[in-house]
């Protein structure tokens, strides 16, 4: 029995795959794992108690279960749901869309996967185009959607140090060259790995950029605004024309039910519903069903505004002060926490690679993800992609302490290991 | 602002997105529509009241909504799930299956997407291999899956008439032939769209045609057993190494919970556990969660059985002879409903194609699909594609008797029109 090229590709092993195997096998394992390498949103208590209610209230109300769960939503999603999103974003975020605009999808991945599809790849002309990242490291989930072909060209960023501990990357305009193979311009914010949060006026310099090259500006919001809208620094969102917009209910805290959003011009928008219905026929109706009354009356928002971002906020801070506990006088600078779940560690001049001190986490137990893995389309060495990791900060808060105290331990060793082989 | 050639595609408007927003449109609309058209599953009571139970059940149990909800499951799909379903394939159904054989997607389209682009398409020698369709007509989903590259080769059936008003389709096995560029042999069974179900021997002999040439044998059971089960004549179900059988929670009556379950030997599960990671990141949580203790105390076989199979085979009875009625002389024969949730009528020598009569069937309020629609990889032309259309028989029975009023005028209607005209 043979595969094909996309099955020997599928076979030879992904990066995103066995990042999500690892959280699985530790979430089921019998050892007790710390678990800092996945996405899983944090359990915040105030947070599942609304989601519990809304599930309440929706098995209470006639036959809206039985609706949700017995008739597929159509390829765009859920009519109700669509509008009252439309609504939330002209009247509470001063965006200017209409139903045709929205489109649901089977979560962030699912939108990526056909948005990428639709601006690289083969073009009828016989070119080929690829998406631009204008700032890597970026998320490593993007990495495989190519299936194998190469999709992206990437651009190192500038560095700016911030006291002993701290530095920031920014898009290097200097660098950044849009040629005219590039089918679309694609950037998350906050960043994932980094925690980074583009500036309004990074963004708008991107989106200036895209419209002087007729190509449209992607905006993975999954972190941010206007829901779950983890962002620390006092940033703007919008939405026009030549933007996609890509939002998600699982940093709300649904990973589980699968729900992305884009927001795009309306021919787009149709595409990804034709891409929804060849690809998975309709996206699943519990998320949407689940959160329409909050977006209705937009409770969402005082959500996110009130208690995620501020929980997260809180974590972070707390997460910094363990690292700079465990690894005392040893080479570690944090990304400015700006957003997102994560902590972005750069160990300069690190002896070992990401990916070996990885796995020696692992053995230790302790999940992080290597940083070497997130700069998809950038061709050049450069060292620092194998001297930095993501580590989340989510889950159980006693747990991440263990584990960044073992990381300390860990990045002593690999120092020190380095150190006495050179005496 | 241009587009991929897959975006293009997309653009180009396909069968099954045709389908699904007519059927949303026709759910969401302000006109009375008959829906006659989509796949939908009925609304039985018994059934109902069981997802709603099993649905208070889960949230009364500790915090199993909240982990259901708040965390990813694993890109193979849950492993409690997975581990119950394992071992009731074994002890109910006598196969001989490891956990290891299970993957959980987002519904059977997704599962479809997957599979068909494993075994087709372009291949590392550089030959390119399709899919043989052993009996066409097949399921209209499956068309658009290449994206605009033929994936399929199908045959014409043979066709045996029963009576005046029945005839049923058969493999012609004197016809089919397998070629060297055959990556893999899929068929529905029972065959969405006519309710053919494969005999037993008919599936062997598909079975040692795939053994014989070292491809898979890919089963969509999408209607069929173990569960939902919808199948009226006494068959056996099976699995081997070679065999790769598709199931799905939504003929069950869960379709908006978007669930599908593949079973096929290891090498198969985790490129499709790729295959979801990289398309998106995981399958959703709510399916598996739901029916996992029907699973385990095997409830879920005596619900197809016992009320599921009983309810469309009746329901199945009294459309039929609505529709001996409705059409009075003129010609129409249905195939054999031996299950699934459809009728295929058959109206010979139908003086329009079977497109044309949907659209003035869609005048009328009545959606069903047309026939032509159904022959993806059929090259040759057949008058037989024209002449047939897919009716469900799934939905409220007031409304159903009332469309299948309608057909019978516009069937009347077409071979009038056509009779007066060489009059």
């Given at each position: 029995m043979q595969f094909s090229r996309f099955g020997e590709f599928l076979n030879s092993g992904s990066g995103i795959l066995t990042l999500m195997e690892d959280i699985d096998q530790a979430l089921c394992g019998s050892t007790q794992m710390h678990?800092?390498?996945?996405?899983n949103p944090a359990r915040i208590p105030q947070v599942q108690k609304v989601f519990r209610e809304a599930m309440t209230a929706l098995m209470a109300q006639d036959d809206r279960f039985e609706r949700l769960a017995g008739d597929y939503d159509g390829p765009q999603g859920d009519t109700r749901f669509i509008h009252n999103l439309a609504h939330l974003l002209n009247t509470h975020c001063g965006w200017n869309v209409t139903p045709a605009n929205i489109v649901v999808t089977n979560g962030s991945q699912s939108s990526f996967f056909a948005l990428f599809h639709l601006f690289a790849g083969?073009?009828?002309?016989?070119d080929a185009r690829r998406i631009l990242?204008?700032?890597?490291?970026?998320?490593?989930?993007?990495?495989?959607v190519g299936l194998g072909q190469q999709l992206f060209r990437a651009f190192r960023p500038a560095i700016t140090l911030h006291g002993d501990r701290e530095f920031k990357y920014h898009v290097d305009f200097d660098r950044l060259t849009v040629t005219p193979d590039i089918g679309a311009i694609a950037v998350s914010r906050p960043t994932n790995p980094t925690g980074n949060v583009l500036t309004d006026s990074e963004v708008a310099h991107l989106r200036q950029l895209a419209v002087e090259n007729d190509i449209p500006l992607i905006l993975d919001?999954?972190?941010?605004?206007?829901?779950?809208?983890?962002?620390?620094?006092e940033v703007t969102t919008f939405w026009d024309e030549n933007t996609i917009t890509c939002l998600s209910l699982s940093k709300l805290?649904?990973?589980?039910?699968r729900t992305g959003i884009i927001v795009a011009k309306e021919k787009i928008a149709k595409a990804i519903a034709a891409a929804n219905a060849i690809l998975s026929l309709a996206p699943g109706s519990v998320g949407p069903a689940l959160i329409t009354d909050m977006i209705s009356d937009a409770s969402i928002l005082s959500l996110s505004n009130d208690v995620i971002r501020p929980y997260y906020r809180e974590r972070a801070k707390q997460a910094v002060s363990w690292i700079e506990a465990a690894v005392g006088d040893y080479p570690c600078r944090i990304h400015t926490?700006?957003?997102?779940?994560f902590l972005w560690l750069w160990f300069e001049?690190?002896?070992?690679t990401s990916e070996e001190l990885y796995q020696r986490l692992k053995q230790r137990g302790v999940l992080v993800i290597a940083?070497?893995?997130?700069?998809?389309?950038?061709?050049e060495t450069w060292d620092h992609r194998q001297e930095c990791i993501r580590i989340s900060y989510a889950q159980d808060p006693a747990s991440v302490e263990t584990g960044i105290g073992i990381i300390g331990e860990e990045i002593a060793r690999a120092f020190d290991g380095a150190n006495s082989k050179c005496a």
């Open positions: 678990l800092l390498g996945g996405g083969d073009w009828a002309s016989g990242l204008p700032l890597a490291p970026e998320y490593i989930g993007y990495a495989d919001s999954a972190y941010g605004g206007p829901f779950p809208n983890i962002v620390f620094p805290g649904l990973p589980g039910l926490p700006e957003g997102a779940i001049g690190l002896p070992i940083g070497e893995h997130f700069f998809p389309g950038l061709g």
